[in-house]
């Protein structure tokens, strides 16, 4: 039995390539990163800020990862915020300059970007995961655990992997709607 069920994971597992790996944020826009050379671009996938509704405490969150925004009574205009709590009190939850990036899976594209160092220690984590049936992104609270950790996550068919060109063509099909055959790999 434990090898029927064993047999049963690895076949729901097997699809998916998964793995780690922290990326580099762009020197040129803080909305860019690259994991081994896979460039991703988060600047065309909300209209930012993003304002982001935590219902069960009634608290906003602003989120911008492309530019510096303030988070009043916290920093001045222009100084290093990423997402902001707007609570009983407004609340850095994440510098920009040191936000982390962390690819997870390509299969389908998983990624995090983690802000830290925010007001007594807060931080915040968002999960992006690409679900090629949702058109539209979305980006959602889904709760602070552990405690001054605010976790986001955001899915959509674009949202900022490469080859997702915003209203373009898709490179890799063509125009019956066919998707091209790859190139055979060479034997070295």
Not at 1 to 6: G, H
Not at 28 to 45: A, I, K, R
Not at 111 to 133: C, S
Request: charged share 20%; proline share 7%; with cysteine.
């Amino acid at each position: 039995m434990a090898r029927l069920v064993f047999l049963a994971a690895l076949a729901v597992l097997l699809p998916v390539a998964v793995f780690g790996a922290q990326c580099a944020q762009s020197e040129e826009s803080m909305c860019v990163f690259t994991c081994n050379g896979t460039m991703f671009n988060l600047t065309d996938v909300f209209k930012y800020p993003v304002t982001i509704a935590d219902d069960s405490r009634g608290y906003n969150y602003e989120w911008n990862p492309c530019e510096y925004q303030a988070c009043k009574d916290e920093i001045e205009p222009g100084e290093d915020c990423a997402i902001c709590q707007k609570a009983d009190r407004y609340y850095n939850c994440g510098h920009i300059q040191q936000a982390v990036f962390l690819m997870q899976q390509y299969t389908p594209f998983m990624w995090k970007i983690q802000y830290l160092w925010g007001t007594d220690w807060r931080m915040t984590e968002f999960t992006f995961l690409v679900d090629k049936n949702r058109d539209i992104p979305t980006v959602t609270f889904t709760g602070e655990d552990p405690y001054l950790q605010y976790n986001f996550f955001v899915t959509g068919k674009c949202i900022g992997q490469p080859y997702c060109n915003y209203g373009m063509p898709d490179p890799f099909k063509t125009a019956s709607g066919k998707g091209l055959k790859p190139s055979p790999t060479p034997d070295l």
